[in-house]
C-alpha cells in the first residue's frame, strides 16, 4: 500500500518530466500533433474511467459498496454528454455555422467517440449489479422496479381516464391511466426507497 505523500510525489515528478518533454522537445516540433495526442490521450483515460471498477467487481465476483445511485449517476452523466456532443456536432450556428442546416463540426466526433465508450462501461457495471452479482440494494430496487412495470402493464387498459393533451398541430389526443400509473408507481417505488422502507 502507498501513501498519500508518495502519490504527491509521483504525480509532482511526472507533471516535471511531462512539462520539460513537452516544452523544450515535442511542442516546439510538432505543436498540433502533441495538442491533438494529448486531446485523445485524456478522452481515452476518462472514457475507461469505470473499467477498473468493472474488473474489480469480475475478480470478486461481487459488487459490495457500490451505489446503484453513483452507477445511475454516471450513465446519466455520460448520456448528456453525449447528447451535448452531438447536438454541437450537427452546428447550432453559435460558432460561425450556417445554423442548424449549417455543417456538421466534425471536432467534437472524438468526444462522441469517447462518451459512447463511457456509457458502454458504465452499463456493464449496471449490468453487474442488476443481473450478474447483485446486492441486496440493487436486487430491491430490481424488485421494486419490476414490481411498478407488472403493475403498469395491468392497468394500462384504462384508457377512458385522460387528461385531454394538446398535440402541435391542435388536435387533442388522451393520456391514458397507464402512463399515470406507471409514473404514480414508480413514484411511489422512489419514496419508499428514500425512506428505506
Given amino acids: ?34 495538442v491533438l495526442g494529448l486531446k485523445h490521450t485524456s478522452i481515452a483515460m476518462e472514457s475507461c474511467l ?7 467487481n469480475y475478480r470478486n465476483e461481487t459488487t459490495e459498496g457500490l451505489s446503484v445511485v453513483m452507477v445511475v449517476g454516471w450513465v446519466a452523466g455520460d448520456f448528456f454528454k453525449l447528447c451535448y456532443f452531438l447536438f454541437s456536432m450537427i452546428g447550432t450556428g453559435d460558432s460561425g455555422n450556417e445554423g442548424h442546416n449549417g455543417p456538421i463540426n466534425n471536432n467534437n466526433n472524438v468526444f462522441a467517440l469517447g462518451c459512447l465508450l463511457s456509457i458502454f462501461f458504465d452499463s456493464i457495471v449496471g449490468i453487474q449489479m442488476a443481473w ?18 407488472r403493475h403498469w402493464k395491468t392497468n394500462k387498459d384504462d384508457n377512458n381516464a385522460g387528461e385531454p ?33
Fill in 1 to 34: 500500500s502507498h501513501s498519500f505523500c508518495e502519490y504527491l510525489e509521483l504525480l509532482f515528478i511526472s507533471s516535471m518530466v511531462v512539462k520539460v518533454v513537452f516544452d523544450y522537445h515535442w511542442y516546439p516540433l510538432y505543436r498540433m500533433q502533441v
Fill in 50 to 56: 469505470a473499467l477498473p471498477q468493472m474488473i474489480r
Fill in 132 to 149: 450478474w452479482y447483485p446486492q441486496p440494494a440493487a436486487a430491491e430496487w430490481k424488485r421494486r422496479i419490476l414490481r411498478s412495470v
Fill in 165 to 197: 393533451l394538446i398535440l402541435n398541430n391542435g388536435q387533442k389526443k388522451k393520456v391514458g391511466g397507464a402512463v399515470s400509473s406507471l409514473c404514480r408507481s414508480l413514484l411511489i417505488t422512489l419514496i419508499q426507497w428514500a425512506r428505506g422502507v
